[in-house]
């Protein structure tokens, strides 16, 4: 067995060695412009956008989809855990075991041998699904998603759309996690925890209650006690308009914080390597109150955070630290119990955890939601912009005529 991968490997290695000389020897183009990756939802044809120009010139990117049956395969027959360059990608103490490149060429050679030896020029298509160009001018592969603090830096990030949902079971952590609040670890308390936290150990950087959420999600540029609340200064006429404030996003996790438990030496299951513990093909995208037209850069540059505005199924302009919202628990708007990762219908926040405060028993009371029924009453092209960016626009959800109807206490 063994044998057969070492030959298989050396082989590889020559048909490369071969191709790249084929390459080498052959007349090239410059690499080509505008090469994308898979497209975000938001930016498939029939949104109003100009086509791209480049793509008449140069035939599109390929891309890799892990939804084709012949694709499913186990895990690890493509992705090598750890990669090989793990070291080189995050430097001295902030390195990690981990998946920082895509699978090496042997992963496809088996299916693919035609397409990784077709007479394309400038390089044969396939190459595109990970390298810029592969001519041998150019070897560069684009960037992989992860570690994402590189990969957001570039604008890749912001097209990218994930075939995967995590599927995080919160019900088995809150406990473990909380138990790690500084100040709280018990002696001698769990025994993986003293084991796996010789790197940077977990600690909750921001208040939050309960404790435990904020060892997972803080508050992404907080405003904190400067004055000024926009991200990015807002346009003159602004008006009631929608312009995206600091405090408004909840960050989420990654293997940085993962693989301090679930790490190769302290046993804990799921290993870093499984990775379809963790990676589940996504369930289709909930609809969401999105507008990308407010999500242009300079306002929102971080790809990660893009994902999260525009998998909103709720309240897109919600700020988690607008208003008196800081003080409530997480846990009057979100039901973690029954809080399942890949079911949009548990991560959904209903209008009940906002009603307490933003419906009245009267609009002479001020409830936004009872002003913005009554704007909608007397004009039914207004558009609610309190909480929505798209939603606004649509008509009136029962949910919302009964809020104001039965206002609670
Ligand atoms: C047949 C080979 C193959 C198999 C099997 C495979 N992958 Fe991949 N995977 C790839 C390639 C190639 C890329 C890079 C493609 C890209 O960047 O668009 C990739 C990229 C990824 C990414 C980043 C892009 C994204 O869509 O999020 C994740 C996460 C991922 N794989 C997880 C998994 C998991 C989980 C499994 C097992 C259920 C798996 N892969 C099985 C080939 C494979
Ligand atoms: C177990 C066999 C198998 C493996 C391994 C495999 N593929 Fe495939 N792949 C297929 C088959 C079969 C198709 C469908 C081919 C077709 O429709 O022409 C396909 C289709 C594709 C396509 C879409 C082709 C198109 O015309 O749109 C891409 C891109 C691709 N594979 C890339 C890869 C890459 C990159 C790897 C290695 C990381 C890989 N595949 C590994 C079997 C495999
Ligand atoms: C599934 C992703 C994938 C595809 C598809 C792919 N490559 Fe690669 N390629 C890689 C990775 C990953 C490396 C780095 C491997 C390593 O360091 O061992 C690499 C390295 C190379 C290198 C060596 C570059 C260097 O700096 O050492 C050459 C040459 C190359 N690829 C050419 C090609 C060509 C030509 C094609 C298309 C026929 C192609 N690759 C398709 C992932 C891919
Ligand atoms: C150990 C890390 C961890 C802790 C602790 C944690 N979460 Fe999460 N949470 C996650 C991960 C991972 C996801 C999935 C994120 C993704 O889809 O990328 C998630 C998703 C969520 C989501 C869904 C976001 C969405 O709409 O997709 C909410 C809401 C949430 N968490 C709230 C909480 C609350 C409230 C607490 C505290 C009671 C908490 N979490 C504690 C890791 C954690
Ligand atoms: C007053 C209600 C409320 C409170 C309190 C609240 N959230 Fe949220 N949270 C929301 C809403 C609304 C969304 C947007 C959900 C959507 O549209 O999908 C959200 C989204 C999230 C997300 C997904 C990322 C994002 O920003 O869209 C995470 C993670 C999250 N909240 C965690 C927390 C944590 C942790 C706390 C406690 C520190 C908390 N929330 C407190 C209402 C609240
Ligand atoms: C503080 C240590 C710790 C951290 C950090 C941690 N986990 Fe876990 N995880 C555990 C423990 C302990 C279990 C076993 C829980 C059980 O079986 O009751 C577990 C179990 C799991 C399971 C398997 C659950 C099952 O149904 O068997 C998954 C999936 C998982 N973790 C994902 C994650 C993800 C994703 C992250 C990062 C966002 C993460 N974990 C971070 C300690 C941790
Ligand atoms: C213990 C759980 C866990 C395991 C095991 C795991 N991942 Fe992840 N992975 C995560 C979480 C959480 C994120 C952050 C997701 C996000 O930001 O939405 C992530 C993000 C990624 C990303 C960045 C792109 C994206 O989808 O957000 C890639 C690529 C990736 N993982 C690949 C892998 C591969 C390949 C493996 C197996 C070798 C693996 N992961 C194993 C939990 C895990
Ligand atoms: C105080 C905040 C708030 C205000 C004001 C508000 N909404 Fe909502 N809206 C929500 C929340 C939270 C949800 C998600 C829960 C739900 O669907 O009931 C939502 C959901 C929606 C949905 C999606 C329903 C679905 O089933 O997918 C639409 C459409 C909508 N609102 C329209 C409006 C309109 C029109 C107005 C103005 C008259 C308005 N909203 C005012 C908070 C608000
Ligand atoms: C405990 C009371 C309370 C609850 C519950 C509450 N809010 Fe608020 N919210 C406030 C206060 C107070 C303000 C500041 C005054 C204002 O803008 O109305 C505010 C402000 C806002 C703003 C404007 C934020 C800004 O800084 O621009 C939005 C949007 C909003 N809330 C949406 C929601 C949504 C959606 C929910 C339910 C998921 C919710 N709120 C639940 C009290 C609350």
């Known amino acids: 067995m063994r044998d057969h991968a070492t030959s298989l490997k050396t082989l590889t290695r020559i048909a490369f060695c071969c191709l790249s ?49 012949e694709h499913q395969l186990a895990c690890d027959k493509c992705h090598k855990f750890p990669s090989e360059n793990w070291k080189e990608v995050r430097k001295g103490d902030a390195a990690f075991p981990d998946v920082t490149q895509q699978p090496e060429h042997e992963s496809c050679l088996g299916c693919h041998r035609q397409q990784f030896f077709a007479r394309e020029r400038p390089a044969p298509r396939i190459c595109s699904v990970c390298h810029v160009a592969a001519t041998p001018r150019n070897l560069a592969r684009l960037p992989f998603p992860n570690p994402p603090e590189f990969f957001d830096q570039t604008p890749h990030a912001r097209e990218f759309v994930s075939d995967f949902r995590i599927g995080f079971p919160h019900d088995k952590h809150l406990e473990v996690v909380g138990r790690l609040a500084p100040g709280q670890a018990e002696p001698g308390g769990v025994r993986f925890v003293t084991a796996s936290f010789r790197r940077t150990p977990l600690r909750a950087p921001q208040e939050s209650d309960p404790k435990s959420c904020a060892v997972c999600h803080q508050t992404y540029q907080p405003q904190g006690k400067s004055d000024e609340e926009y991200v990015t200064k807002p346009p003159e006429d602004l008006g009631e308009g929608f312009w995206l404030k600091k405090g408004t996003f909840k960050t989420a996790p990654n293997h940085a914080s993962c693989f301090t438990c679930h790490s190769q030496d302290s046993g804990l299951a799921p290993a870093p390597g499984d990775c379809n513990a963790c990676h589940k093909l996504a369930p289709p995208a909930a609809r969401a109150d999105f507008d990308p037209r407010l999500a242009t850069a300079p306002v929102l540059t971080d790809g990660t955070i893009l994902r999260r505005w525009r998998g909103r199924e709720s309240s897109g302009t919600f700020r988690h630290e ?80 009964k809020a104001v109807a039965a206002p609670q206490q």
């Open 21 to 69: 000389l084929s390459l080498l020897l052959s007349s090239f183009e410059p690499p080509r412009a505008g090469a994308q990756r898979r497209r975000a939802p938001s930016q498939r044809p029939g949104a109003q956008r100009p086509a791209p120009r480049a793509a008449a010139a140069a035939p599109a990117r390929m891309d890799f989809s892990h939804r084709r049956r």
């Open 322 to 401: 607008g208003g008196a919202h800081p003080d409530m628990s997480c846990t009057n708007c979100h039901n973690v119990g029954a809080l399942n990762t890949l079911d949009p219908k548990t991560t959904k926040v209903p209008l009940d955890s906002c009603n307490t405060c933003h419906a009245t028993a009267t609009s002479a009371e001020g409830g936004a939601l009872n002003l913005e029924i009554d704007r909608r009453k007397a004009d039914p092209s207004f558009q609610c912009v309190k909480c929505h960016v798209a939603f606004g626009r649509e008509p009136l959800p029962g949910t919302h005529a």
